[in-house]
């Protein structure tokens, strides 16, 4: 429910690094018949709980911490997330400030000192909403369409990649998810986003699945992008006691939404 927070990996790295060559697709190796696509999520979400135990919640609030260690960058992070597609990214850096990305149904927005208070419009917006999705998990086929393209080797984990495409999308790029052959969770994923700096595209590792409630979720984001390096650890997971309230713009963006 929080595995793509890569917007605020692209506000941290965009000032501190110039544009590095997008991550290089893992290496395939011969296999035998692929399997279905969808058999390969619904291994997935059974693996982290099932389907009922995903849809039994409509928010969540995660804590934890977000470190770049080849900068000595670090800082408090907040995820929030409500059904159907409102999402909050809360993080404070030392050094930086206070970033902060949020989509509240209808309107996509971020503020950073690097960029001050921004609405996104036009393809920007579109991801926005479909990345604040919270049952993104489950991969409704009104929404995505996948594909298994290959059985490859992912972060050392021999691994499904499937490709995931947004319906009704103007986004010619798709988005890969990889999942782990041997526990059927998925091991992250190379997804394409449109941004303030352009199009950049972020590896995204999964791990440290641990037992929060009834779901299994990953405790270890590790992301690159633009040749930067971060990880999100996150220590504590609270489902159903978020006020939708946390989802308002703040006044600098009402400011702007006309």
Not at 128 to 137: I, R
Not at 213 to 222: F, K, S
Request: some cysteine; proline content about 6%.
């Amino acid at each position: 429910m929080f595995s793509r927070v890569a917007v605020v990996a692209a506000l941290l790295s965009a000032p501190l690094y110039a544009q590095a060559p997008a991550p290089k697709p893992p290496a395939a190796t011969a296999s035998a018949e692929l399997p279905d696509a969808r058999t390969i999520v619904d291994r997935h979400i059974k693996a982290i709980g099932g389907r009922q135990a995903v849809l039994a919640h409509t928010s969540m609030h995660a804590t934890g911490t977000l470190s770049m260690p080849a900068n000595g960058i670090s800082g408090p992070v907040e995820i929030y997330g409500a059904a159907p597609n409102r999402a909050l990214v809360k993080t404070s850096v030392s050094g930086i400030g206070d970033i902060v990305d949020g989509f509240d149904g209808t309107h996509g927005w971020s503020i950073s000192p690097m960029t001050g208070p921004t609405l996104k419009s036009g393809l920007e917006l579109e991801e926005a909403k479909f990345d604040a999705d919270f049952y993104s998990e489950l991969r409704d086929p009104k929404k995505y369409t996948m594909k298994t393209l290959e059985k490859t080797t992912f972060d050392g984990r021999d691994c499904y990649k499937v490709s995931v495409k947004r319906i009704g999308s103007q986004d010619p790029d798709e988005d890969f998810d990889f999942y782990d052959v041997a526990t059927g969770l998925r091991a992250g994923s190379i997804d394409t986003r449109e941004t303030q700096m352009g199009k950049m595209t972020v590896s995204n590792v999964e791990s440290g699945y641990k037992k929060f409630g009834t779901l299994i979720q990953a405790t270890v984001l590790t992301q690159k992008i633009m040749g930067v390096e971060q990880k999100i650890t996150i220590d504590s997971v609270e489902y159903d006691k978020v006020d939708l309230s946390v989802f308002e713009p703040p006044a600098p963006i009402k400011a702007l939404i006309k």
